[in-house]
T-cell receptor, first 114, second 114 residues
Framework: SQKIEQNSEALNIQEGKTATLTCNYT??????LQWYRQDPGRGPVFLLL?????KEKRKERLKVTFDTTLKQSLFHITASQPADSATYLC?????????????FGTGTRLKVLA | DTGVSQNPRHKITKRGQNVTFRCDPI?????LYWYRQTLGQGPEFLTY????????KSRLLSDRFSAERPKGSFSTLEIQRTEQGDSAMYLC????????????FGPGTRLLVL
């Protein structure tokens, strides 16, 4: 069956360090993968999109990699700050059926300690 | 504020009652999505519209749920004969085809069924 997995355990890191979050998927062939940030009680906010033919994408302190062989995406936040504390969601479009029925992971909660 | 808006933000109802939620997308966006999110989970796809046409509906969406987007602008999601299991955050998102698949989420409507 199709599945997306994100580390459900919270990730605690020290301010200034690099946070690395993982998104693994099975039985999908997505055309692209997205990462969102969600704060408690709010809707997700789009961060980055990476396409299947891109290995890496960067935006300011954020970096996303996409390995279609491993079926994995890594999301990095460099020089992390307490304000980066939030839940981070990955989302796939299982494009094989040509639909836009997005599938989200359960999210990983990140806490950056001052 | 030109973002996605949702009303009401909170709704408490008794089991068996009908509820209706409204979503106003970003004005030029032609795609509109509804998701349901429970605590500790990622958003779960319910349905999406392209303009006024409802193109995809989750099999998880029972007959008690119906969504409309009558003029391709705002959308409503109605739940009939609510059950306690319907308690969740209902999220709306919109996107513009020409911008790729960046989804802009609203703040959500939190439903509590007593």
């Amino acid at each position: 069956s199709q599945k997306i997995e994100q580390n459900s355990e919270a990730l605690n890191i020290q301010e200034g360090k690099t946070a690395t979050l993982t998104c693994n998927y099975t039985n999908y062939s997505p055309a692209y993968l997205q990462w969102y940030r969600q704060d408690p009680g709010r809707g997700p906010v789009f961060l980055l999109l990476i396409r299947e033919n891109e290995k890496e994408k960067r935006k300011e302190r954020l970096k996303v990699t996409f390995d279609t062989t491993l079926k994995q995406s890594l999301f990095h936040i460099t020089a992390s700050q307490p304000a980066d504390s939030a839940t981070y969601l990955c989302a796939l479009d299982p494009f094989t059926s040509g639909t836009y029925k997005y599938i989200f992971g359960t999210g990983t909660r990140l806490k950056v300690l001052a | 504020d030109t973002g996605v808006s949702q009303n009401p933000r909170h709704k408490i109802t008794k089991r068996g009652q009908n509820v209706t939620f409204r979503c106003d997308p970003i004005s030029e966006h032609n795609r509109l999505y509804w998701y349901r999110q429970t605590l500790g989970q990622g958003p779960e796809f319910l349905t999406y519209f392209q303009n006024e046409a409802q193109l995809e509906k989750s099999r998880l969406l029972s007959d008690r749920f119906s969504a409309e987007r009558p003029k391709g602008s705002f959308s409503t999601l109605e739940i009939q004969r609510t059950e306690q299991g319907d308690s969740a955050m209902y999220l709306c998102a919109s996107s513009l085809v020409l911008e790729g698949e960046t989804q802009y989420f609203g703040p959500g409507t939190r439903l509590l069924v007593l």
